[in-house]
Nanobody
Framework: VQLQASGGGLVQAGGSLRLSCAAS????????MSWFRQAPGKEREFVAA????????YYAGSVKGRFTISRDIAKNTVYLQMNSLKPEDTAVYYC????????????????WGQGTQVTVSS
């Protein structure tokens, strides 16, 4: 599986962005997909995850109620809709895939996308 993240950019506080993660490979539907982010000088942290069926989602407390993860099996794509963005959401966002999980740790993920920069100005 290869993952390609896109959709990042510069937005003002309170604005919205939608990130996309396009996956190649026929087994995409069997993977749990997650988003992580890494701010400068900080460790990579879990943001959200969605199980293979799309029926169950998980969120970090800092984004719950503002971010929504979803997936389109037909398009082999997972999305992260980010609303009410804050300056502290500024980071490089990565998508990741695991055959198990979901895991809130970096470990356990089989595949990673290249990352997309999100910058929120105050």
């Amino acid at each position: 599986v290869q993952l390609q993240a896109s959709g990042g950019g510069l937005v003002q506080a309170g604005g919205s962005l939608r990130l996309s993660c396009a996956a190649s490979g026929r087994t995409f539907s069997s993977y749990t997909m997650s988003w992580f982010r890494q701010a400068p000088g900080k460790e990579r942290e879990f943001v959200a995850a969605i199980r293979s069926t799309g029926a169950t989602t998980y969120y970090a407390g800092s984004v719950k109620g503002r971010f929504t993860i979803s997936r389109d099996i037909a398009k082999n794509t997972v999305y992260l809709q980010m609303n009410s963005l804050k300056p502290e959401d500024t980071a490089v966002y990565y998508c990741a895939a695991t055959g198990g999980g979901p895991y809130t740790s970096n470990r356990g993920y089989d595949y990673w996308g290249q990352g997309t920069q999100v910058t929120v100005s105050s």
